[in-house]
């Protein structure tokens, strides 16, 4: 695992630790770097199997990577008196929960926040006939990413970059769509929920449920936009996530 600061900050208030929806890497939370400084530093977690780790095996169970991530983010997490938020879209906000849980079982220090972005609440099932995209056949995984509208059509029309691209999309798609949701204690840090008004994939209601998942104080964010909101609106969810740190800040 590795990570990168594009604008160091250690006078920030607040580190915000973010965390790639399936596929992604870094790039998809660079732009967000300048928009959210001074008050905030950003981190983005590089997962294996994508940028410049693309030759490393790509993890395929949540119950591997939290682990693994709670190991190596040591450091990252160790922010003294600032505060801490993690920020996760789609499989992101996934892996931030399950990793929050994992660092309050195991006494470290947990966030102060969580943003969970375009995922619904991990105790909410697949609805029926759903079908898991890290089983379907090539074709149709590609028709299922056209759908989603996030990856850029020179990409899923160029063959070589595709045949380097798809096993690390499976295998994200695997870690979210093998995942087993066990209840917990709801957790002591606050959670501000985000979501696309038209995300057919994640309707409001199931971005709403995070409720659920927190003692501290909750908030529902709705945006204009489908699953991928947050290419079409950053400036905007940038302003909203700082709108969400104060309360907390040191």
Not at 191 to 196: D, E
Not at 205 to 212: C, L, N
């Amino acid at each position: 695992m590795n990570l990168l600061t594009p604008l160091e900050n250690p006078d920030a208030p607040v580190r915000v630790v973010c965390f790639p929806n399936a596929g992604s890497g870094a790039a998809g939370y660079r732009a967000f770097a300048p928009l959210l400084a001074p008050a905030a530093e950003l981190t983005v977690v590089r997962l294996p199997g994508r940028e410049a780790r693309i030759g490393e095996e790509p993890h395929r169970k949540l119950t591997e990577l939290v682990p693994r991530l709670a190991e190596e983010l040591e450091e990252c997490l160790d922010v003294g008196t600032r505060g801490l938020a993690f920020f996760g879209h789609s499989m992101g906000a996934l892996v931030a929960f399950e990793l929050a849980r994992h660092l309050r079982r195991t006494g470290r220090r947990l966030p102060d926040r969580i943003i969970a972005s375009g995922r619904p609440a991990p105790h909410v099932p697949y609805p029926p006939g759903y079908e898991f995209v890290h089983r379907l056949p090539e074709e149709q995984l590609i028709r299922r990413l056209r759908g989603y509208q996030g990856t850029p059509e020179e990409l899923l029309a160029d063959t070589d970059l595709l045949r380097m691209f798809l096993p690390t999309l499976r295998a994200d798609f695997e870690v979210v769509e093998t995942y087993e949701y066990y209840p917990e204690l709801p957790l002591p840090c606050g959670i501000s929920a985000y979501g696309g008004m038209s995300d057919e994939e994640v309707p409001p209601a199931t971005v709403a449920s995070w409720a659920e998942h927190t003692s501290g104080a909750f908030r529902l964010r709705l945006f204009d936009g489908g699953h991928f909101y947050l290419e079409e609106s950053r400036a905007h969810v940038a302003r909203v996530v700082l709108e969400d740190l104060p309360s907390w800040v040191p």
